[in-house]
């Protein structure tokens, strides 16, 4: 029944944005139809292998936090050039890093450091399925905002450096870094 509470929860703040979106920001519904079929996804996979509710709120926070970004423009926040939208690759691959860890290991027991490995394996896989989707956003549909489906940020035109220009690549080097940061974690824990 929590269970059910937390996604439900999940579902109810994916529509106010949708509907906000719908409102004031066009260009992000397909964001908000992506975060519904991310939470179904999580849904029937968390019902063939369970989760406890913390990781359930854990994994769902990556499609929340990017409404949440989109809505108050945080992808236009820079520390030094370092833009959010790196700084939301490295949580969100360690966030899923660590959800794929505990989901492996409810079907494999043994051997630590080949669930981390694959953790990481599939988290990497993941981030390159999103890059491809930015691409094929950016190039095929003209989405040039900040998004899922979008190479964009919201950063102003005059930052140019190398985490804008090699967008892709530094988005894939952050992916690996949020990922091994978990995979080092998942390393030194006790169990």
């Known amino acids: 029944m929590k269970k059910l509470v937390i996604f439900t929860a999940a579902a109810l703040i994916v529509t106010a944005y949708l509907v906000w979106f719908i409102l004031y920001y066009p260009m992000y519904i397909i964001d908000c139809v992506f975060a519904y079929i991310v939470i179904i996804v999580f849904f029937l996979l968390e019902k063939q292998f369970p989760l406890k509710p913390w990781l359930i709120v854990l994994g769902l926070i990556p499609s929340l936090l990017e409404l949440t970004a989109l809505n108050f423009g945080f ?106 940061l978990a995979g080092m974690m998942m390393a030194f824990r006790k169990k």
């Open 75 to 180: 992808f236009g926040f820079s520390i030094y050039g370092f833009g959010f939208d790196k700084m939301f690759h490295i949580t969100n691959s360690f966030i899923l890093t660590t959800l794929m860890y505990f989901w492996i290991s409810t079907v494999y027991t043994q051997h630590k450091g080949i669930k981390i490995i694959i953790a990481v394996l599939i988290v990497m896989g993941i981030g390159s399925l999103g890059e491809i989707m930015e691409f094929v956003g950016q190039v095929y549909f003209h989405m040039n905002n900040a998004g899922a489906f979008s190479q964009g940020d919201l950063l102003p035109p005059t930052l140019k450096n190398d985490f804008t220009i090699y967008d892709t690549w530094w988005d894939m080097i952050s992916n690996l870094i949020g990922a091994s």
